[in-house]
């Protein structure tokens, strides 16, 4: 009897300690790596789409912050084609964009500008009814959040809002270790190897900078942001929205 295939490298396996890093690679399979990273990556999608039937109206323009692929302005073009959105996309790094493109080719969007570069050091688009930052943030250092989230406040409309998801680090050690295993049992039931969990682990190290989620909403306020609320929680994944301004003034 043949013994069972042994199951493909994950990407991630072909990273040393802490070199993890967005290449052409990574681009080639982040959709399907991404959905089985992050728990209920889907249903933070779908969260974002449906909020943009209050946040995005015809014609408007949603700035997304590290792209990446252009998962999210497909899923929130796809829900509104009606609206003809417009979308501004950032990233650090060109492949990414470059599937991004191929995959709004045919998307029911306005018009939409590709833009490799440093959300630190800037912003293109004026007037942003909608500002994403998913899974971003949480590669820079603090005051690095701050000055990118000061970039999209002034980039936005004074109606403006701020989407921020990002993975955030419990106070208490208890439900952090309880956080830690229940995010290995979600990978691990979704087709990563314990073997893939662990070279991401050790990737990520000295990359991925978590931060309380009490820091991102401070982080949030002063880059000049109003409001924060939480949006959706699951262990230490966290999606926080907020507005531009108080009431919209």
Known sequence: MRPPAEPAPDIAESFTTGAWAFTPEVADVFPEHVRASVPFYDAIQDLVAEAADWLLPAGGLVADLGAAT???????ADRHPERRIRAALYDTEPAMLDRA??????????HVDY??????????HTGADLTLALFTLQFLALPDRVTALSCARAASAPTGALIVAEK?????AR??????????DWKAAHGIS?????????ALRGVLLPHPQGTLADAIRTAGWCSPEVL??????????AFATVGGM
């Open 70 to 76: 252009g998962i999210t302005v497909h899923r929130i």
């Open 101 to 110: 493109r191929e995959a709004l080719a045919d998307a029911p969007a306005g």
């Open 115 to 124: 833009v490799t570069a440093d959300i630190r050091n800037g912003l293109q």
């Open 168 to 172: 955030i680090r419990p106070l208490d």
């Open 175 to 184: 439900w952090a270790e309880i956080a830690g295993d229940a995010s290995h």
């Open 194 to 202: 314990d073997a893939a969990i662990r070279a991401k682990a050790r």
């Open 232 to 241: 959706f929680r699951w262990h230490s994944w966290a999606v926080l929205g």
